[in-house]
């Protein structure tokens, strides 16, 4: 059963959130680096094996039984899958795309949740929720466009990993009412680590790590695990309508990261279409609010 509510603190709550997009983006920037010497299943394996490690040691001798204890199996199974390939399929993205470029697409998924809501969820998905979804693909357009430099396979991992991603955030929504909230972040580490050590005899090191690669390719799994535990702990604190808006302030960690740590910076189009990105989400998310609170 979910945990019980806690106090609201809605300034803790958006300075926890923004903390955990900061060490996603981080993760990202880590995962990019790393993918010019490693291969991708192997740093996956990594994400989710030392985050698997953090909750055993640091959730498990207080919930015991009750962290894997679920009346959703299946669907636990599929959510975790649905995580695991959107890390998968964005660090492919990211060995062949600007950070930021990448990233963009990924936050498709937002989008593409209101086009799975309808048939998955039994929303309703009004004419304001259609234009935001066609004007966030009007983004991805001025980002892939035809002729620019964008790598066409980078683009299509992205694209993948905001499918997946999707996925993930639907079956998030009809679980978070179900599951306790560490339980659902167990199951992903659980998952994720079972499934890519099947991989990890074909993948293992082709090249021995230097240490300061090793301490890099460790830090995945805590940018992960770590900021998937503070987004749960910001969700606690503040409501969802209220932290939303906020998510598009990975985008700017993800350029920031992107000039500070490989030089790139977009050109205008690109930067353009991740403006019309954002600003469709944001759209969403603030309908989704208002919706809310007239509801």
């Known amino acids: 059963m979910p945990a ?34 490693f291969a991708v299943p192997l740093l996956v394996w990594a994400r989710y094996a030392l985050h698997f490690v953090i909750m055993l040691v640091f959730v498990g001798p207080s919930m015991r039984l009750q962290l894997v204890r679920t009346d959703n199996l299946a669907l636990q199974v599929v959510r975790a899958l649905a995580l695991v390939g959107t890390t998968g399929f964005a660090m492919m993205a ?51 466009r035809p002729g620019g430099a964008l790598n066409l396979a980078g683009f299509l991992w992205a694209l993948a990993g905001a499918a997946c991603y999707a996925v993930y955030q639907v079956l998030t929504r009809r679980l978070s009412h179900a599951e306790h909230p560490l339980t659902l972040l167990f199951y992903t580490a659980l998952v994720g680590t079972a499934v890519m050590s099947l991989a990890l005899p074909g993948f293992w090191f082709e090249v021995s790590p230097a240490p300061l690669q090793w301490l890099m390719i460790a830090s995945l799994g805590f940018y992960g695990g770590v900021g998937h535990f503070i987004l749960i702990r910001a969700f606690r604190l503040a409501p969802a309508s209220t932290l939303t808006p906020f998510g598009y302030t990975q985008l700017v960690w ?26 469709a989400g944001l759209w969403l998310a603030l309908g989704e609010r208002q919706a809310g609170a007239t509801g």
């Not at 990924?106 to 039994?122: E, K, M, Q, Y």
């Open 4 to 37: 019980a509510a806690t106090a609201q603190h809605p300034l803790r709550g958006i300075l926890l959130f923004m903390s955990a997009l900061m060490l996603f983006a981080l993760l990202d920037a880590t995962s990019k680096h790393l993918t010019a010497s």
């Open 94 to 144: 990211f060995r062949s795309m600007p950070l930021a470029e990448a990233t963009a697409v990924l936050f498709l998924a937002p989008l593409l949740v209101t086009l799975l809501a309808g048939p998955f969820l039994h929303e309703r998905i009004g004419a304001g929720r259609w234009a935001a979804v066609i004007v966030g693909f009007a983004g991805v357009l001025l980002i892939a």
């Open 254 to 279: 993800a350029g920031l990261l992107g000039w500070a740590a490989f030089g790139h910076v977009p050109d205008l189009l690109s930067a353009s279409g991740m403006a019309v990105i954002a600003a």
